[in-house]
């Protein structure tokens, strides 16, 4: 039985190739299907034959009994269970951790105001900056345009698992929850001791049970480009695509820019989000201004 119970769990490198084997069928990898399987996927002598290992050998990976294993031996065994890269540089940091570092106490990410002023310049399209553990610091007024039917729009993944509103909102939810999902995983890797991560894991293992499914799954992801697919209750249907940048001066932050495709019908959607969020402000400007 798999006991990864977050992102800190004791061995993470066998709870992620447990994972991976079970998504892989013999017919996947060009081996034959012969006997009765009592379990998913591939058989633990099945990938280290794809490796070149021995079954003794890979079953040490498995159980964290083999601390140091080289990098052309991690090398065979991503070919084996085909991983892309983004799942071979997980596989890298759980397989080869840094020393453990020293319990601190939970930092507190802030976005610069220089970052904060840029954001505001951008009044055409939604744009938001997340944190390691998928936090939201800061956004536009237009992407709390977008967000605005949420309960509480303070994590993507409080946000996907936790507010009823997230499955109207998300026109493919099943997309939406796998893609965070990923990416937390990700971000647990690079830092398995991260305070933050930990509460948040611990929280949405308790609270979700579509997200405790997903994390076991180890799938990983970064966030770069993507088209996404919402609902919104104010205009309707958008299709908006994504760019990722990474925040120089605050490396574990990530710009998020959403913009439609021209002359479409989520261009013209966007717009008038835009519009409907300048009434409204201007509408309590008003209001304030006249108590």
């Known amino acids: 039985m798999d006991t990864d119970k977050g992102p800190a769990a004791e061995n993470a490198l066998g709870g992620f190739l447990r994972a991976r084997r079970a998504q892989l069928r013999p017919e996947d990898t060009g081996l034959p299907t012969t006997g009765r399987r009592r379990v998913p996927g591939l058989r633990r002598e099945e990938v280290a034959t794809l490796a070149g290992v021995s079954t003794d050998y890979y079953m040490r990976l498995e159980q964290g009994r083999e601390r140091h294993p080289s990098r052309q031996i991690l090398e065979a065994v991503a070919r084996a269970l085909q991983l892309d890269d983004a799942a071979v540089a997980h596989l890298f940091q759980v397989a080869t951790p840094t020393t453990r570092r020293t319990r601190r106490a939970l930092r507190v990410e802030r976005v610069a105001p220089p970052l904060r002023r840029l954001l505001d310049t951008w009044t055409t399209t939604p744009a938001f900056v997340l944190g390691h553990a ?22 993507l993944l409080r946000m996907t698992f936790l507010d009823p509103a997230a499955r109207g909102f998300h026109r493919d939810w099943d997309r939406a929850a796998e893609s965070t999902v990923a990416t937390l995983r990700r971000a647990a890797g690079i830092d398995p001791e991260d305070i933050r991560l930990r509460e948040l894991v611990g929280e949405l293992s308790l609270k979700s049970a579509d997200f405790r499914d997903l994390w076991a799954r ?41 913009q439609a495709e021209p002359g479409s019908t989520s261009a013209d959607a966007l717009s008038l989000l835009g519009s409907l969020s300048a009434d409204s402000v201007h509408g309590r400007n008003t209001t304030r201004g006249t108590d």
């Open 218 to 258: 180890h799938d990983v992801r970064g966030k770069t480009r993507e088209a996404k697919l919402f609902h919104h209750p104010q205009v309707g249907d958008l299709e908006l695509h994504y760019e990722a940048f990474t925040v120089n001066s605050a490396p574990t932050q990530q710009l998020i820019v959403y």
């Open 134 to 155: 998928l936090d939201v610091l800061a956004g536009n007024r237009l992407a709390s345009a977008l967000y605005a039917g949420f309960a509480h729009s303070d994590n």
